[in-house]
């Protein structure tokens, strides 16, 4: 598959917010003009506090999103630790956005069901025999290069039989997870990475050469 990277440096956080969610509007306008949804990957961290700034901003059919999470922790709803929940109490109710429209982990099962469980819950939207192919994947990046739930020399890294990977053993709290694998998040139409911080940008010179 072709790519095309473009590596954007701007000069502050509010300059990020505004570039991530200028690209947001319009590939989302592009994929329901298109397909009539928009399948978006969610990432959690500094992209939780630029999204909440950012969206409610941006010109978009809210009621075509579909909203998915690229890694998710296995904790209850209600956690700070919890992707869903931070997004939960920081849009919903700011956008017109409804819980039906985020597609969840079920926290009360072990990672290694809850992988499978969100796999047959991510089938339901694409279709069948074949990669998801997300309209975008919001990504992060942390200082080791990591980013979903996919932390160098974890054998995660290897995993391309499945969609969604458990992680009981996470080199970062907390331990328990599910992670997009690495064949959906090269199959994404888009990829954008929100990277910011001194400490990030040799390793984001690095990748910028690499396929992920």
Known sequence: MSTNRVVTVVQDEDNV??????????ISKKAIERDDVFKIGLSGGSLTKF??????????DWSKWRLFFCDERVVPL?????????????????????????????????AEEAAKDYIQKMAVHFPPDSLPRFHLLLL??????????LFPGHRVCEETSVWVAPITNAPKPPPSRITFTFPVVNNAENCVFAVTGATKAEIVKVLRFIQI
């Open 78 to 110: 209600e956690s700070a630790d919890s992707t869903y929940g931070i997004y939960k109490n920081a849009l919903l109710g700011v956008l017109p956005l409804t819980e039906h429209q985020f597609v969840k982990i079920d926290p009360h099962l072990p």
């Open 17 to 26: 917010i505004a570039e991530v969610c200028n690209l947001i509007q319009s």
């Open 51 to 60: 999204l909440s700034i950012g969206l409610p901003k941006i010109d978009t």
């Open 140 to 149: 992060g990046m942390g200082p080791d290069g990591h980013t979903c739930s």
